[in-house]
């Protein structure tokens, strides 16, 4: 596992960066979105004006701590970027595992 972002919590979501080998975005922002059906997203990521994915509330099922599940794509990606943004110490982390 590899820690990929590191945001803050804010009354309209999350602001934060991502950093990767291939994706540096400094100002990256999770927003509700309008939900339109149970599986549609809780949250769109965006960097800037773009939209960048969409995330999920989930649960835990060890320890019931909650956490979204993050889904990042972009064209230049040769596959989308699955993450999970969990709070460590008063912070949230973006964490990736393959």
Avoid: C
């Avoid at 939900?35 to 769109?44: A, E, H, L, T």
């Avoid at 004006?49 to 835990?60: D, L, R």
């Amino acid at each position: 596992m590899a820690t990929i972002g590191t945001f803050t919590k804010t009354e309209n979501g999350y602001n934060g960066s991502i950093e990767t080998l291939s994706l540096k975005a400094n100002k990256v922002s999770l927003v509700p979105a309008e939900k339109s059906g149970d599986k549609g997203p809780d949250y769109r990521v965006k960097s800037g004006n773009a939209e960048i994915g969409a995330a999920w509330a989930q649960t835990s099922k060890k320890g019931g701590k909650p956490y979204l599940s993050v889904k990042i794509d972009d064209p230049s990606f040769v596959a989308a970027i699955y993450a999970n943004l969990v709070e460590q110490d008063g912070k949230h982390a973006l964490i990736w595992s393959r």
